[in-house]
Each structure stands twice: as structure tokens, then as C-alpha cells.
């Protein structure tokens, strides 16, 4: 594989990534609107909303960096799907449960594109490890974070299905 070849694939992933950061953005902004009743998720899911947004910067420092932007095509396409993803959860009376699963899952698939990135920085030989791996970081942190909390998600969503009944 050539340098060039390696290189774009490496803004195409940068692209993907920007887009993928974009649908956890919306994501987050409508789930943060109905978790008041689960207190430290929706501060967690604050704090990493915070964090995608400087993702979302740390991307575009890389997309500038190789000459190139962000595809509004497709952080439009894919913001939008954050948004339906986000609503279809919202009329399930256990939508802190299935947000809590999917957050799981779209962390994990997050934690894969970063990864791939810093490989394809490496063989583009473009120097972006310090902005994908802070990334990489964060998201592994909320990952390990949703993880830990599976259990007292479910066990305060039951105890609010108890009271209620």
C-alpha cells in the first residue's frame, strides 16, 4: 500500500469519524433532555458530550492538517440519525434501559474507529497520535464507565417501575 493510498483512506476514516462523532452529539443532547431522573447518568452523559465535542475539534485539527474537511453530507446524515435513534427509545418505558445498552454498544464501536485510525495515521505517516489517542481515551473511559454502571441503571430503573406500581 502506498503513502497516498494510506492517506485516503486515513481522511475518508477522519470524515466517518466526524460524522460518527456528530450522531453521538445528538445522541447525547436528547438523552441528557430525559434522564433527570437518573441524576449521574445524564452528568456523565454531560461530561461526555463536552468530550465529543473537543473530539469533534481534535477531527477537524486533523482534516485541516491533510488538507481536507469534514463531509456535511454525512455529519448531516449521520446527526439526524442520532436524532431518530434517540426518539425511537423515547415512547419504551424502559428507555434508560435500552439507552444504556445502545450507548454501551456505540462506545465500543467508537473505541474500533479510533483505533483504526491511529493505524492509518501511521502508515499515512501523518503525525495525528496525540489527538486520535486523547480521543481514544475518553472514549474508553466512558465505555468502562457505562459498563460499571449497567447494574445500578437497571436496579434504580427498577426500583422506579416498583414505586410506581
Known sequence: MT????????????????????????????????TDTYPEVQARLRRHLEETRAQIGRLDRCLEACDASASTLKDATMAFMGNMAAMGHMPAADEILKNTFANNAFEHYEIAA????????????????????????????????????????????????????
Open 3 to 34: 503513502p497516498q493510498t494510506a492517506r485516503d483512506l486515513f481522511v475518508t476514516g477522519l470524515r466517518n469519524a466526524h460524522a460518527m462523532e456528530r450522531q453521538a452529539e445528538e445522541l447525547m443532547e436528547r438523552q441528557i433532555e430525559r
Open 114 to 165: 479510533y483505533k483504526s485510525l491511529l493505524a492509518l495515521a501511521e502508515r499515512a505517516g501523518v503525525d495525528a497520535s496525540a489527538l486520535l489517542s486523547q480521543s481514544l481515551k475518553e472514549e474508553e473511559e466512558m465505555a468502562a464507565w457505562i459498563d460499571a454502571h449497567v447494574k445500578d441503571v437497571t436496579l434504580a430503573y427498577l426500583a422506579r417501575e416498583a414505586s410506581a406500581a
